[in-house]
């Protein structure tokens, strides 16, 4: 039997999900450092298209039989995409892969790049599940963020949405805005819940390197304690309209949650298809291995017309591992099992006995039965600190 601090070397094939990166948008906002594109008159959508494809044979043998629990089409904006051409991806998608009873197929969509009457095609090719990027209800504010939507066009994708038949909606805001303050950041939480959605991602803005913003931060700004203020008030109330957060920023109500990004932060696997996309795959013998698809869609669409090879996954050090779990599991309120633990990693939690116990006396962790940690509200709050405790 193995010591307390020993390998367990035991690491059972998690859940298995897909990411489809469609990298282009009208334009690049700036406070965005996603791997997006301008999009220009007219990108190359069918040779992209074409590439996935290809890009979908290849990751295919690492799918070991799982069939995908979940795919999440994400940008960019791939909303500029019709819904023939997602059909046709999603199509292969389920040729090559194969989708699991009930699979979540989520979309990203931007009001103002969705046209009257497109969400029923995008439900008929197989999206279940849809992401509108809101940003905020206030016109001023959407103007600073530099989207080309406004508050009308957040109310008509939703209303277009629910009328093709979209159950699952998900809308993205967020908070700390320049020149906001709590009252017009619950405004804006105000008009998401008037339009009956069940799930919200509520983030704060934070300056990305290589981003406009972060070369050029906009004057007023929230400071940290008023941001604080902002977060608490927003926090309060979508708990009083019955929403639960289950993660650091990801909030469902009626047990609304989104599969995919659960399997993330679980450490499940999940293969990547399109340009600068990430995957994680666990082998059948327990390895663990990352990779990423070259970042410009230029040279990502010549990587599959070449034949040239793409770089080879890399394989995850065993202390990586452990430092990656703990980086995705601590976002969770619902935090990790020692079996969790050491099943997604093949280590013992003795290994962390020392970091676990720091971070209780920190407070950022609390210890429960089982044995299981979740995060304290202090933890969430200084997630950095507590993450940075488990780095190798």
């Known amino acids: 039997m193995a010591g307390l601090d020993e390998p367990t070397g035991m690491i059972i094939q998690p859940p298995l999900s897909l990411y489809l990166h469609l990298p282009w948008c009208v334009q690049k906002c700036p406070y965005c450092d996603f791997n997006s594109h301008k999009a220009g008159k007219e990108p190359p959508r069918s040779r992209y298209v074409a590439a996935l494809i290809a890009d979908l044979e290849r990751e295919a043998k ?12 994400g940008g960019g904006t791939p909303s500029l995409f019709t819904p023939a051409e997602i059909g046709e991806i999603l199509g292969a ?11 979540e197929v989520t979309m990203e969509a931007n009001p103002g790049t969705v046209e009257h009457g497109s969400f029923a095609g995008y439900r008929s090719a197989g999206v279940n599940r849809v992401s509108i990027g809101a940003q905020s209800f206030n016109a001023g504010m959407l103007q600073r963020l530099g989207r080309i939507h406004g508050p009308a066009e957040i109310i008509a994708a939703h209303k277009d949405a629910r009328d093709a038949g979209f159950e699952r909606i998900n809308l993205d805001l967020m908070f700390a805005l320049p020149g906001q303050d709590p ?28 981003t406009v913003f972060h070369s050029r931060p906009p004057a007023d700004l929230p400071d940290d304690e008023l941001a604080w203020d902002i977060q608490l008030a927003g ?50 013998d327990g390895a663990i291995y990352r990779y990423e698809k070259p970042r410009h869609p230029m040279s990502y669409m010549e990587a599959f017309s070449s034949g040239r090879s ?21 976002r969770l309120l619902e935090g990790f099992s ?18 676990l116990a720091l971070a209780e006396e920190r407070g950022l962790l609390e210890l429960l039965p089982g044995p299981r940690w979740r995060p304290t509200e202090l933890g969430l709050r200084f997630l950095n600190d507590l993450q940075g405790l488990f780095l190798p």
């Open 338 to 355: 020692q079996e969790g633990f050491e099943v997604s990693t093949g280590l013992s939690i003795g290994q962390l006995r020392s970091r």
């Open 310 to 330: 793409l770089p080879a996954a890399a394989r995850v050090a065993s202390e990586d591992a452990g430092f990656e779990f703990m980086l995705n599991a601590s």
């Open 62 to 73: 690492h799918t070991d039989g799982r069939k995908l629990v979940s795919v999440f089409l």
């Open 93 to 103: 998608v389920d040729r090559l892969m194969g989708l699991a009873d009930n699979a």
């Open 235 to 284: 926090h309060e109330r979508l708990a009083s309209a019955g929403f639960e957060r289950y993660e650091i920023s990801a909030f469902g109500k009626g047990g609304d949650r989104s599969v995919h990004n659960l399997n993330y932060w679980r450490f499940g696997d999940y293969l990547a298809v399109g340009a600068g996309a990430h995957g994680k795959f666990t082998t059948a």
């Open 183 to 210: 009252a017009l950041a619950v405004q804006d939480l105000e008009q998401a819940l008037a339009l009956e959605t069940t799930h919200l991602s509520y983030y704060q803005l934070t300056l990305e390197p290589n």
